[in-house]
């Protein structure tokens, strides 16, 4: 059976919202060539739009990493079952998140790829989730916080569903 998906953002909102975190990353790293790193599979729409309005010279790459066990709650264990092709010692990275929820994921995420000495590293998001936030995380590019909802669309999936939605739905009870 299918959900009854309401529009929490439209598509007009997302785009226009992704255009300006594209200009002010173009500004940002004005001179330097950018290395954007997306985590899968979600973070996938997002970076490729978010790519487009970036003017800047971009390399992008891509890694697989995942909560292990019980998703309600948060051990702290994130698995990397796919790593970056390519090295990102002193590289200007950017890594491309679709939401932060907890936070479980990019804090594991940015402690591991800190240690690969990229020459700087942070942190876009096109979603923020903070009342649900269990990790001290500081996000530098970020497109809309939303309440407590769980949210489908660019890139975010409900059991791998609707990730292609081009606005933010969210799942009404029915
Ligand atoms: P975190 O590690 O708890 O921050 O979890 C982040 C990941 O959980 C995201 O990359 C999504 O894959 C998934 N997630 C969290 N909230 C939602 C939601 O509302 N809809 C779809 N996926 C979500
Ligand atoms: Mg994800």
């Known amino acids: 059976m299918g959900e009854n998906i309401k529009i929490l953002i439209d598509e007009e909102t997302v785009t226009k919202k992704i255009k300006e975190l594209g200009a002010r990353i173009s500004k940002d790293y004005a001179g330097k060539e950018l290395e954007l790193i997306c985590v899968l599979k979600g973070g996938v729409y997002f970076l490729v739009e978010l790519s487009k309005y970036i003017t800047i010279p971009v390399v992008v790459d891509f890694m697989v990493a995942s909560s292990y066990g019980d998703k309600t709650y948060s051990s702290g264990k994130v698995r990397i079952s ?4 390519e090295d990102i010692k002193g590289k200007d990275v950017l890594i491309v998140e679709d939401i932060i929820d907890s936070g479980n994921t990019l804090n594991y995420l940015t402690r591991e790829l800190a240690t690969r000495e ?3 590293l942070k942190v876009a998001t096109l979603l923020d989730k ?6 001290d995380i ?3 590019y970020e497109g809309f916080k939303i309440p407590d909802l769980f949210v489908v669309g660019c890139g975010l999936d409900y059991a791998q569903k609707y990730r292609n939605l081009p606005f933010i739905g969210y799942i009404e009870a029915q």
């Open 82 to 85: 796919k790593d970056l092709a």
């Open 118 to 120: 990229p020459a700087s």
């Open 130 to 135: 903070p009342q649900r936030r269990e990790f």
């Open 138 to 140: 500081k996000v530098d």
